[in-house]
Every structure is written in C-alpha cells, then in structure tokens.
C-alpha cells in the first residue's frame, strides 16, 4: 500500500507542475520580466510535448525495468522542479517545464501496468483509482496551494515545494518499492487483446474528453455570465467539483472490477447527461451548482474505468495502449477547447455545454455500438 501511495503522490506532483503556472501567472511574468501569454506557453507547450512524445518515449523504453523506470522519472521531476524555482531567465524555466513534460509523458504510459502488475486482476481498477485520486488533487489542492505560497514566499518558493514532496516520493520508492516484471503478470497485455475495441476505445476516449473540455474550460465564464454568480464564487464552485471529482474517481474504481463496460457507460452517460441539462438550466443557480458537481463525479469515474478498459482490450503492449489513450487524453482536451472557444465567439458561452454534451453522447452512441462494429463473422481470426 506504501508503493501505491508513493505513485500517488508522484501523480499529485505531475499534474501540479503542469498546472502550477495558472495561479502563479502574474508573479512569473513580473519577475522574469515576460508578458503573459508567454508564461501561458508554459503550460500549453508542455501539453502539446506530452501528446507528441508519449508514444516514441513509451516504445524507446519498453525494456527498461520498470522499478527502475519508476524511479528514474520522479528524479527527473524533482530535478526539473527545482531547476524551475531556481530559474534565472524565461528560457530556463522553459527548458525545466519541457524536462518535466517528457517525464511525465512516460509516466502516465506506465504507471497503469505497474500498479496493475502489483495486485490482483480483480482488484486493478480500485488499486489503479488510487493513483488518479493522487491526480485529481494535483488541480484541486495543488494550485490553490502552489498560488498561497507563491504569493506568500514568491513563486519559486511554489515550485520548490513540489520539489521537495516529488523527493519525498521519490525516496518513498527507492526505500520500497518493490521490482516489478509486467511482462511476466497479467498486466503485459490485454486481458482480452482486441484491437477493434481498443480503437473504438481511443475515440470514445477523445470524444468524452472534448466533450467536457469545450464546456469546462469556459467554466468561469459561464457561471459568471450566464448564471450570474459573482466572481468571488467561481473558486468555491470549481472546489465544490474538484471534491465531486475525486468521489468519482473512487466510485469508478469501485465500479470498474465489478462492471467494467457498464463503468464506461453509465460515466459517459452521465456526463452527457449533465452538460445537457446543464444547458437548459444555465439560468437556475442551484441546478448548475449540483450540475457541475456531476460532471466532476462523471469525469473522475471515467478515468479508471477507461484505464481498466484499456488493460482489457489492449491489442499488443499495455504500455503502448495505455500510451494510445493519453495521447487520445490530451488530443480530446486541446479539441474540446478549440471547439470551446469557437462556440464561446459564436452562439456563445451557454452553448459550451450544449457542444461538450454532443460530444459525450456520441462518445456513448459509440461505445453502446462497440458490440456491433465489432461482431465478427465465424472463422475471422481476432487481429
């Protein structure tokens, strides 16, 4: 259990340095005497190189044992975190923000067949969960908390922070954790490898995930100017989901080894669901609090269960498929937003969720149609 806590808290620091530039945007760019949007680039820039390199990085290090692995990428986190609280100039910290992206872009290829690896099949969507709850606390406590320091102590004391709790990992790993064969468990590849349900897997996982980003990117805007809640309440609305969020995550994990298509369905389906309604409610304030508290739930439960999906159907490698559904991840976040902001210029903020909610439902037509597109006729060899 140590082990799964450790990888946890590796996960916190991975999506809190991907996010920590948000609440400290302003300190960043006085100090180092920069515009805005170029602190901005910082984030997009990693997420753009996570998406790009995922893959290549994941194949290149395929033979690398993965206890070793483990521990080589969070001391590389700790290492580009404190390169960035010490940074002198923009191009530094740069640098220091790509380093960190090209080890978390491994990461989150293997980590799922790791801890899968390290239990029992029938409990690797619980035991997976516990690591994505490590990443939904990265935005839900990790940027308020990085943006208090930071205003506090100045924004290289937030980064140094993170340094230090991705050390305190780290050494938790070195100290214990154990090395792991995948290739010699259940979790080297698919439980049941088809690579038809796999791909139909990476589009619903795209399409889910645009789905709640053209909408949720543009959260404070809604509520703001749709709703009509003040501005000084976005924050404890987004807490009110990110606390909504991680239930989910426990819920799907739960829900994952014991129903796993019907852990995919029913948390699409609910997502759809909410955007939906949340579109033809947009002027009732208790009804979007209570919407958006679902969407989290939704978004926190399909995030194990899809990773639980992928150890089932994995075609070849788990580590390459698991791979495949980041890469489809962070695909569907940079179009969800892009569509986002093109319905925010058009019908405006309200239809964000009416789009994000289109999106969901034919993310869910496609995975209730799976069963069909992939029915083969007697002889055909599964490929």
Known sequence: MGNLLALAAAAFCYVATETMP??????????????????????TGYAVLVAVVTIPLTFATRNVPRRRLMIVLVAVLVLANLCSALSPSYPVLLGARLLAALSQAIF???VGPVVAA??????????????????SLGPMLGVPAGTWIGQQYGWRAAFLAL????LA???????????VEVSATHAATGTHPDRRRYTILVAVTTLAVAGLYASFTYTEVFLTQVTGFAAAAVAPLLLVRGIADFGGIAAGGWAGDRWQRGAVTGSVAL??????????????????VLLLAVTGFA??????????RVLEV?????????????VAFNIGIAAGSLLGSAVLDGPGARATTLAGGVLALAALALFLAEPVLTRRTPGVVRG
Do not use: C, K
């Not at 948000?22 to 984030?43: F, M, R």
């Open 169 to 179: 990992a780290f050494l938790a790993l070195v100290v214990g954790m154990p090395a």
């Open 22 to 43: 948000i609440g400290i945007l302003t300190l960043v760019s006085g100090d180092l005497g920069v515009p805005p949007e170029a602190i901005g680039l910082l984030i």
């Open 299 to 308: 978004i926190g439960a399909l995030t194990p269960a899809l990773q639980n």
């Open 314 to 326: 994995a075609p070849g490698s788990t580590d390459m498929a698991s791979a495949g559904n980041s």
């Open 271 to 288: 997502l759809a669901g909410a955007l939906i309604i949340m579109y033809l409610t947009a002027y009732d304030r208790p009804a979007t």
């Open 163 to 166: 340094s230090v709790l991705a």
């Open 108 to 110: 989150w290829a293997v």
């Open 118 to 135: 390290m239990f029992d099949v029938t409990v690797r969507s619980r035991a997976g969960a516990v690591v994505f709850a490590g990443a």
